[in-house]
């Protein structure tokens, strides 16, 4: 039961271009999304996260957009930089369920020089 | 400016084995979560400790696993008689108790 998908295993950009990764979830009680970001051999590093009552925030080149109606969030990177390249995990709370995030599976972003 | 700090890096045991897998949370924080990702997959949660208390362990696996944050120490993952199915890489979390996350490099653990 994947309560949060990343459809998309992998995404190649060209560097200086937009960057936009995407996230469906099914239960409707998550109200705290996150994405993180997770170069090879390290632990995830905290990137943005969002409110349900909030459909967008923003934070230099990231910006992450929420749709509640659909149950869809993306994270979009302008500009793409080449050091973007890696993992890009999303992540969804129930705020009464401390830090048991849900995980997607990841979508490996490659951003070509 | 110690992070969340894991280890060993890597841990190799061959079945029927125990394995112990430790964390130090980040400074200041007292939950710890311990998460672990299969091949391909993203990352599962585990479970959820504060200091000397197990407070969600609903992704523990019922039996040869266990974990504990004592009032003094690292929290501690330890899963007893090793398959090869425990073959994963484990992470570590720490926050002060909101959404936020912090995670270490996490332990490789390969069961021969």
């Known amino acids: 039961d994947q309560q949060v998908k990343q459809n998309s295993p992998s995404l190649s950009v060209q560097e200086g271009r937009i960057s936009i990764l995407n996230c469906d979830y099914t239960n409707s009680m998550f109200d705290y999304f996150l994405w993180y970001k997770k170069y090879p051999a390290e632990g995830p590093t905290f990137l943005i996260s969002?409110?349900?009552?909030?459909d967008k925030n923003e934070d230099g080149r990231f910006t992450v957009f929420l749709n509640k109606s659909a149950k869809h969030l993306s994270l979009h990177i302008v500009p793409s930089q080449p050091g973007d390249s890696a993992v890009y995990f999303c992540?969804?709370?129930?705020?009464?369920?401390?830090?048991?995030?849900?995980f997607g599976q990841g979508t490996e972003l490659s951003v070509k020089p | 400016n110690a992070g969340v700090m894991q280890n060993p890096r890597h841990l190799v045991r061959r079945r029927g084995q125990e394995a112990r897998l430790r964390c130090s949370p980040m400074k200041g924080h007292s939950h710890v979560y311990w998460y672990r990702q299969l091949p391909e997959e993203g990352l599962k949660f585990m479970v959820y400790l504060q200091k000397e208390n197990i407070i969600d362990e609903s992704g523990m696996p019922k039996e040869r696993f266990s974990a504990e944050f004592p009032k003094e120490g690292p929290s501690i993952l330890r899963i007893q008689q090793v398959v090869r199915g425990d073959s994963a890489a484990y992470f570590c979390?720490?926050?002060?108790?909101?959404?936020?996350?912090?995670f270490g490099s996490g332990t490789q653990l390969s069961v021969l």
């Open positions: 992540a969804a709370i129930v705020n009464n369920q401390g830090g048991k995030l849900i």
């Open positions: 979390a720490s926050s002060n108790g909101n959404e936020k996350l912090f």
């Open positions: 969002i409110s349900s009552i909030k």
